[in-house]
Nanobody, 125 residues
């Protein structure tokens, strides 16, 4: 499975972005997918995730009410719509895939098996 993100860029605070993550290969092994953000000099943190079925959309507290994660299983694309962006949303956004069946969407980076190269998001104040 290979993952590729797109949709990053520079946006003013209060603006919106939609990130996309395309999955190519044996996508049937994917249980869930997620978005993580890594700010300069900081750890990679969970932003949002969703099961392959489209169920159990899960969000970090920092983005609840401002983010919406979804997926198109025909196109094998996961999306992250982010609204009312804040400067603290700035960072590299990574798409990740988890192959292990579980109860819900994992929020720890170590639980993910494949990662995309990332896409940069910069929110100016």
């Amino acid at each position: 499975v290979h993952l590729v993100e797109s949709g990053g860029g520079l946006v003013q605070a209060g603006g919106s972005l939609r990130l996309s993550c395309s999955a190519v290969g044996r996508t049937s092994v994917i249980f869930s997918m997620a978005w993580f953000r890594q700010a300069p000099g900081k750890e990679r943190v969970f932003v949002a995730g969703i099961k392959q079925s489209g169920a159990d959309a899960t969000y970090a507290d920092s983005v609840k009410g401002r983010a919406y994660v979804s997926r198109d299983n025909i196109k094998n694309i996961m999306y992250l719509q982010m609204n009312n962006l804040r400067p603290e949303d700035t960072g590299d956004y990574y798409c990740a895939a988890n192959f292990d069946d579980g109860v819900g969407v994992a929020t720890m980076s170590r639980e993910y098996d494949r990662w995309g190269p990332g896409t940069q998001v910069t929110v100016s104040s």
